[in-house]
């Protein structure tokens, strides 16, 4: 896990303490320290792009400061479109051109023609999918007059390249994050403190429960075939906590790490299992992208299709959470995914339930908790499809999941031990996620609650756990998206 | 079309979709003070405004207001 190798570690505490520590510290060392700091990150990651990440900031900046000083609408109107292509087009280009290329090729071949367009050999810059989002909206939102073009370079190229980040998200917004960079940070014990313990709870999530739920849900999609229709079941149950303790673990340790050095990045997750309907859910699981694609995809959308009454809103939302599948990368299993999220919310817009939001303090009913399971449900057939190698390969899972053996007990050929010390941490994870879930995380308001030989017994429990049950430390998911 | 003729039409309609029959608007209302102006009520407060006046707005303009008067300056400009 990058965060916890040791030649991170060591980055981190010289950079920690230069930032913070340096005599005669202003706002200008701080970045100017962050942004070599930043790249240097990058550049030990993915070396090979950072000249990439180098150009598409600056370019952006540029063309921003320069739409902002036209007087002429044509120029404007160039530099908005120009700069908005390149983005999209850099992250198309090394994101999808071979998908396309292929999907072309595969429609071709169904007209018995062969078009033989060869492939080509592109790897994927790191980070591309979180970094291009934030500066397409960048260039958006000064176009709607939302903000102003940063003057400051030093200031924008830490926005984008900001490293807590850069790799999987949280997708932080220009109007939140910029005026942060320019005011100098101030030491806080405080934060800080609450830093360690959002990192120690991303930590708890990725190390004890995703990782371990990793080796077994491995162990029985490799094998589903020769195991019980329920087995499977049980794997796509464990893979979907998996993919939630990965990917929030994740996002708490990032922006644990964003508040050491003194900044406010976005939720990105406010306990998604508790939603009792699909719009929701959404609307607690993986925020940043979410609340992005709501207001540059969906919002557009539904301003396009306004006459079109409901079904305009079904079109929009079908459409919003099919380029969310395809955000994800090139496979048509990502686009089954977003649609199959997009068809959900089909009920709830002929209902008029999509933008009702629970009362503050309502109590929880049987029905409630049923249609949490629903919601649970549903996100999980929907994740067997991400999951895939292929559409064949879904198709497959999901005919020998339709079988008898589904009513069967679930068995794993598979270290029993680890299982059931995996399901005892789930329960323990949820249950401390529902006692508190009207804070960020588990551990937040913690010393308003509990006295402190308690609370350091928590912590101690918690690092034990982690060293005791850690298994083979897998990357986190959402690196490679 | 003077503003205040604007105005009372507006939120005649306003309180139609939203049903809220005692809603009164004034030019520096703003969706937070109005209950259930969402985002969702919004696109039909546009529709049915559209209808009433016969105009199109611009997908920019819907998306810029920040209070009804800057939503009756662009009836206004039509």
């Known amino acids: 896990m990058i965060f916890f190798k040791p030649e991170f570690v060591l980055f981190f505490f010289i950079l920690f303490n230069l930032y913070w520590f340096l005599p005669y510290n202003n706002v200008k060392k701080q970045n100017w320290l962050l942004v070599i700091a930043n790249y240097a990150f990058y550049a030990w990651i993915d070396w090979k792009f950072v000249a990439l990440l180098f150009a598409s900031t600056q370019l952006v900046y540029i063309a921003a400061n320069a739409y902002q000083n036209s007087t002429s609408p044509s120029k404007k109107k160039f530099l908005y479109i120009g700069s908005l292509v390149y983005a999209i087009g850099v992250l198309c280009f090394f994101k999808y051109f071979n998908f396309f290329l292929q999907s072309f090729n595969d429609f071709f071949k169904l007209l018995h023609i062969n078009l033989g367009l060869t492939q080509l050999k592109i790897l994927i810059p790191i980070g591309i999918s979180f970094y291009s989002f934030r500066l397409i909206s960048y260039i958006i939102d000064i176009s709607r007059e939302k903000i102003e073009p940063i003057k400051d370079a030093l200031v924008f190229h830490n926005y984008i390249s900001f490293f807590p980040t850069i790799l999987s998200g949280p997708i932080d917004r220009a109007n939140k994050f910029l005026p942060q960079l320019q005011v100098k940070r101030e030491f806080s014990y405080a934060l800080c403190v609450l830093a360690f313990r959002q990192i120690l709870w991303g930590l708890f ?27 499977l079941v049980l794997g796509a149950i464990l893979y979907t906590v998996q993919m939630y303790a990965d990917f929030s673990g994740y996002s708490d340790i990032a922006i644990g790490f964003g508040k050491l ?141 339709l079988s008898k053996s589904l009513i069967e007990v679930p068995f ?68 490679q998206f | ?72 300056s662009s009836i206004q400009s039509k």
Request: charged share 20%; glycine share 4%; hydrophobic share 50%.
């Open chain 2, 1 to 72: 079309m003077e503003k205040e003729q604007i105005l009372s039409e507006v939120q005649e309609i306003f309180r139609n979709i939203l049903d809220q029959e005692n809603l009164v608007l004034s030019a520096q209302t703003t969706a937070a003070d109005v209950e259930d102006w969402d985002s969702l009520s919004h696109i039909q407060l546009v529709v049915a405004i559209e209808k009433h006046f016969k105009i199109r707005f611009t997908s920019k303009e819907i998306q810029s207001w920040k209070n009804v008067d800057e939503m009756i």
């Open chain 1, 261 to 401: 050095l003194g900044f406010e990045v976005n939720k990105n997750f406010n306990y998604p299992f508790f939603a009792t309907n699909i719009a929701e859910f959404w609307r607690n699981w993986h925020m940043s992208l979410t609340t992005w694609l709501t207001e540059y995809v969906f919002t557009p959308l539904t301003i396009l299709f306004r006459n079109l009454g409901k079904f305009g809103l079904i079109l929009s939302i079908t459409i919003n959470f099919a380029i969310c599948g395809l955000w994800h990368g090139a496979n048509w299993t990502y686009i089954l995914f977003g649609i199959l999220n997009g068809i959900y919310f089909i009920p709830i817009i002929l209902g008029n339930k999509m933008y009702k939001k629970r009362k503050k303090g309502a109590k929880y009913t049987l029905l409630d908790f049923l249609n949490m399971a629903l919601v649970f449900s549903m996100f999980m057939l929907s994740l067997l499809i991400f999951r895939a190698n292929s559409l064949s390969d879904f198709f497959n899972q999901m005919s020998h999941l």
């Open chain 1, 205 to 231: 999530k990725k190390m004890v429960i995703a990782d371990n739920c990793a080796e077994i849900t491995a162990n029985v999609f490799d094998n589903y075939i020769g195991l019980p229709a329920s087995s």
């Open chain 1, 412 to 479: 794993i050929p598979f270290n029993k031990p680890l299982i059931i010390q995996t399901l005892i941490f789930i329960v323990i994870m949820f249950i401390a996620e529902w006692f508190t879930r009207q804070y960020d995380f588990p551990l937040f308001k913690i010393e308003q609650k509990l006295s402190k030989p308690l609370r350091y017994s928590i912590y101690y429990l918690i690092v034990v756990a982690i060293l005791v049950f850690q298994t083979k430390t897998e990357n986190f998911i959402y690196v």
